[in-house]
């Protein structure tokens, strides 16, 4: 029987055992995947002892991901690119990891807005954190070419875009909705919207109609800039799907399967929200 986790600290809150085990069940595969948390000063250890503990691999969650990156002796080129790994499994013994965030995330655009590659107009990004890291990488990797990237403290916003060359500007936070002008993808990356947080004070005027507005926050579902968005009859890409897709390499890794991300999946983690 193979066994595969995810590793956070916290970690109560995550609902990868509720994907991955939903996925166990519909392909009828021997396996478990639990949730375990590990502390900060632990997490390098336990990744190096992840086989002599005898699991197939794992998911990795906030705030481990660069300690997982650290670990893997063969990160690939995903996870090169951020400095960062969500997903590890071994092979031949030897700790691979790859970032899956990235494809999960672009996956997700795929499916729910269908060309939303081929405008050929800039895109924003707010937030400048890991999370934003990734995102800014899978869209140059997709020919993106320009990104204007907002954060509230801006400073971070320029250590962030340091490593990503022209295409990536920064912006002033007050000037957020002011660079929405001619923007064809708008990406939320911060906290704000979700569930016991403030909302993103922004104003999507000056998006054009063919503009696609997704944010990667899931809980709520339909934050108040994607309500705010589906008003402006603006196409909408909520976070779940992000989350649902990311999960599909590590599985097929661990597990031998491709899984599907199906509507029955979707439902499942809705339920939970
Ligand atoms: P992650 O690594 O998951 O992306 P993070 O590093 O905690 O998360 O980043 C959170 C992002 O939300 C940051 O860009 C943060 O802005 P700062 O860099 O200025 O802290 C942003 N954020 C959080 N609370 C915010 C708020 N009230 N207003 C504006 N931005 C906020």
């Known amino acids: 029987m193979k066994r595969a986790c995810v590793v956070g600290w916290p970690i109560e809150h995550s609902r990868s055992p509720?994907?991955?085990?939903?996925?166990?069940?519909?392909?009828r595969i021997a396996g478990s995947y639990v949730r375990l948390p590990v502390k900060p000063a632990d997490a390098e250890a336990f990744f190096g002892e992840l086989a002599a503990k005898g699991f197939a691999g794992c998911n990795v969650?906030?705030?481990?991901?660069?300690?997982?990156?650290?670990?893997?002796?063969?990160?690939?080129?995903?996870?090169?690119?951020?400095?960062?790994?969500?997903?590890?499994?071994?092979?031949?013994?030897?700790?691979?990891?790859?970032?899956?965030?990235?494809?999960?995330?672009?996956?997700?655009?795929?499916?729910?807005?269908?060309?939303?590659?081929?405008?050929?107009?800039?895109?924003?990004?707010l937030g400048a954190g890991g999370a934003a890291r990734g995102v800014i990488r899978g869209l140059l990797d997709r020919g993106i070419a320009e990104i204007r990237l907002v954060n509230r403290t801006r400073e971070r916003a320029e250590a962030l875009?340091?490593?990503?060359?022209e295409a990536v500007r920064t912006f002033e936070w007050g000037t957020r909705s002011r660079m929405l002008a001619n923007c064809g993808l708008l990406v939320n990356t911060t906290m704000l919207g979700m569930t016991g947080q403030p909302p993103l004070d922004i104003d999507l005027a000056a998006m054009p109609a063919q503009?696609?507005?997704?944010?990667?926050?899931?809980?709520?579902?339909?934050?108040?800039?994607?309500?705010?968005?589906?008003?402006?009859?603006?196409?909408?890409?909520?976070?779940?799907?992000?989350?649902?897709?990311?999960a599909v390499p590590g599985f097929e890794k661990w597990f031998g399967v491709r899984p599907r991300v199906t509507a029955e999946l979707r439902d499942l983690i809705i339920a939970d929200l």
């Open 18 to 27: 509720l994907i991955h085990g939903h996925w166990l069940k519909t392909y």
């Open 61 to 125: 969650t906030v705030p481990h991901k660069e300690a997982a990156f650290r670990a893997a002796a063969r990160p690939d080129a995903a996870a090169r690119s951020v400095l960062a790994a969500n997903t590890l499994w071994l092979e031949d013994g030897v700790l691979c990891a790859s970032n899956t965030d990235i494809y999960g995330f672009l996956t997700n655009l795929d499916d729910q807005a269908p060309g939303w590659d081929k405008l050929g107009l800039p895109a924003a990004v």
């Open 161 to 165: 875009v340091a490593g990503f060359g």
């Open 211 to 246: 503009a696609v507005v997704s944010d990667i926050v899931y809980s709520p579902l339909e934050t108040p800039l994607l309500r705010d968005a589906r008003a402006r009859w603006l196409r909408t890409v909520d976070g779940l799907g992000m989350l649902l897709h990311q």
